[in-house]
């Protein structure tokens, strides 16, 4: 099998993506960055999944907004500068 350690997509199924961003954000924010009706009125995965599977466009979006979703954390766990772990003079 071929490794792939740079593309952080590799991997991970359409749903996973999914479930990780209504973890994170929440239907009504999902709803927000990507407005598409499947995440605004009385949304589920099947629904979405179903919906993001046959428009290319939707899903570009979706995983996109996965991306910065990822991102987001790695740099939100990030120390600051100057760094807090530093020996004080």
Same mark, same amino acid.
């Given at each position: 099998?071929?490794?792939?350690?740079?593309? =952080?997509?590799?991997?991970?199924?359409?749903?996973? !993506?999914?479930? @990780?961003?209504?973890?994170? +954000?929440?239907?009504?924010?999902?709803? !927000? +960055?990507?407005? !598409?009706?499947?995440?605004?009125?009385?949304?589920?995965?099947?629904?979405?999944? *179903?919906?993001?599977?046959?428009?290319?466009? @939707?899903?570009? *979006?979706?995983?996109?907004? +996965?991306?910065?979703?990822? *991102?987001?954390?790695? %740099?939100? %766990?990030? =120390?600051?500068?100057? +760094?807090?772990?530093?020996?004080?003079?």
């Amino acid at each position: 099998m071929n490794e792939q350690p740079n593309n =952080p997509m590799h991997g991970i199924t359409l749903e996973n !993506i999914l479930n @990780a961003l209504v973890e994170h +954000y929440g239907w009504g924010e999902l709803g !927000i +960055y990507v407005r !598409i009706k499947c995440f605004n009125n009385d949304p589920s995965v099947k629904s979405s999944l *179903k919906f993001l599977r046959r428009n290319p466009w @939707a899903r570009t *979006k979706v995983e996109n907004l +996965y991306l910065d979703m990822l *991102k987001e954390i790695e %740099d939100k %766990d990030k =120390p600051k500068w100057p +760094y807090t772990n530093s020996p004080k003079s």
